[in-house]
């Protein structure tokens, strides 16, 4: 098949399914303060993970690391619905991607958790930095409710082979889940 | 299983456009992956998608935050998000979904996208939309393009997936 | 060994205009269970959601939405049923169009479900619901307006993803 001129690479489709499920992290409560999904293979084209997350302290925030890099390398910026509230927000030179009120903490009412799906397209290139686009929140109404578009930068152009979440304090309940799916492309 | 990939195409040199045709007709919905930055000067430009050649006949809302404001906004354009520019942090690209259900069908074409760029500095956009082509015809080919080129390296993934029964799960 | 997934449980396309479309029986397997809808409406409306078959005040909502003019957020607890669109006329030319992800459907906790809707001639939203009735599976997922019908010709389609 000929490739038309400036297309570098197209890759068709193959047989068989284009999502897979790769790898689930889960909390337990009493040691889980970091779930780390490592080893992720590098045959795939983009990733998502899939969470659904509670901490065993009063805290609402867990941290994302890519390749275990825990310099000022990330930025974020979320647009933000909480309670009756509109808001854009920038961080940049952070040393993570922050979920803020991306968990449900101790003082969530029980059986409560937050959720979203974290998409990275394009993780196993070598030029560029990795843009992180994530939807998530949560809205059990004992802390502050917030639905969010994250997007989070990496600025590092390694290919992803390990995310790390990370609980803002205390561990990562029972039941809490990061699972990784692998696009293929 | 459900969803396959129909095409992905990776930039080896900077170009105006990506384009996918020819379309398989077999799936229920479209689903786009991107990751592309643009030559255009600035931080957070626009992406725009044209379908089966045609930019016109389109209706938009969007939601969006540039880093510090919220705006929401109703167009007539083929804009689908935006994308990280020239003026963006070096080797950073944008990140984008599309998804158009329903697309080899007779009825107007809705379609929704979200798209985030990134900056490691206050500017940075993330944007929601809610698009509509109002054609009756069936989606055979999509052209995203902005208002430079591409640079190297940006890609589109394309998939379809197909709606199915697995036997035992009744829907009414 | 990573597993293929995202396997299609079941699908409809309305013959007769319906108040809610029920997915039933759903099987324990999948951790997260995904509805795509596109749909009109015969008047003006709200998508709503409920699992289980639940109509106790058991949903409560983060919604942030966009209806090109001015983007706005509202949360709401103790609801009869899930929040999944903002109000609006969906017509079969503009549609809305819903991707709703249920999270840990098959874990004994209270579930989440993250979703977008989409209308060209009204707005955008992105949605956090929390169902706080019982932790048990989501064995029925019922999408339902606030009002009226949905349309001949809507259709919605569930897929379920394992973890």
Sequence with gaps: MLIPLGILATAGAGGGGAYEWIATAAGDGTTTSTLTLSSIPSDYKHLQVRYFSRSTANTGTFSMRINGVTTSSYARHELIGSASTTSSTNSSSQTSIQYLLGTAGSGAPGQSYRGGVIDIVDYTSTSKNKTVRALYGGADNTQTTKVALLSGLFLDTTAITSLSFIVGSGFFEGDTRFALYGMRG | ?172 | MPTTTYTPLANITLGTAASSITFGSIPATYRDLIVIFVGAGSTTLEGRIRLNGDTGANYEYQRLSGNGTTGSAAFATSQTSGFLSSIAQATTTSSLQMTINLCATNIARRKVIVSRADNAANGTDAIVNQYTGTVAAITSIQILTSTGNWAIGTTAALYGVIA
């Design chain 2, 1 to 172: 299983m459900t969803m396959r990939l129909i095409e992905t195409k990776t930039l080896g040199a900077d170009a105006a456009s990506i384009e996918f045709t020819s379309i398989p007709q077999t799936f229920t919905d479209l689903v786009a992956l991107v990751s592309a930055r643009t030559t255009v000067a600035s931080v957070a430009p626009v992406i725009t998608m044209t379908i089966n050649g045609v930019s016109t006949d389109r209706t938009a809302r969007r939601l969006a935050g540039n880093g510090s404001t919220v705006e929401s906004v109703s167009t007539t354009d083929s804009i689908i998000g935006s994308i990280t520019g020239a003026n963006a942090t070096a080797n950073t690209f944008g990140n984008g979904l599309v998804y158009l259900p329903n697309y080899s069908g007779n009825s107007a074409k809705s379609f929704s996208t979200d798209f985030v760029t990134e900056n490691n500095g206050t500017e940075s956009n993330q944007r929601i939309y809610a698009a509509l082509w109002n054609s009756t015809a069936a989606i055979t080919s999509l052209t995203f393009s902005q208002n430079g080129n591409f640079v190297v390296g940006s890609t589109v993934s394309l998939y379809g997936i197909t709606k199915g029964s697995d036997g035992s799960t009744t829907v009414s």
